[in-house]
């Protein structure tokens, strides 16, 4: 999935626009476009107008809502800034119930990504 290059909203046509940020147009709603966002759409972090407004996130979100209990983990690699993001890794200030234990997964996929790869990630 890339990112949409076309000028939809007056005030871009000047400037590159990007389009929306496939990372930051997944919900749910309560979190979607809070943090860490532009409303700008020619910004490299807009989060498109409602999450998951795009047709290739939409289309992940059908295919991994379909296999239901079936799926025990989904994760992506943030190569950008080498980044392991856990659930809810978008803010520290949000702790679930569960957070030690996305503690320990992340340190150990960084740890098996350093020792395979020598590559350094920050788990969050």
Not at 13 to 18: A, I, N, P, V
Request: contains cysteine; charged residues 20%; negative net charge.
């Amino acid at each position: 999935c890339r990112r949409g290059v076309a000028n939809w909203f007056g005030g871009c046509f000047l400037e590159q626009c990007w389009g929306t940020d496939p990372n930051r147009n997944w919900g749910p709603d309560d979190v979607w476009n809070t943090t860490g966002v532009s409303s700008n759409p020619c910004s490299y972090v807009y989060p498109g107008t409602a999450p998951f407004d795009q047709d290739c996130i939409e289309a992940m979100k059908t295919q991994l809502t379909s296999y239901g209990d079936k799926m025990k983990l989904y994760f992506s690699f943030h190569n950008y800034a080498q980044l392991f993001l856990t659930p809810l890794g978008y803010s520290k200030d949000i702790v679930t119930g569960n957070a030690e234990h996305y503690e320990k997964v992340g340190a150990a996929v960084v740890e098996a990504i350093k020792q395979r790869y020598g590559t350094e990630y920050k788990a969050m």
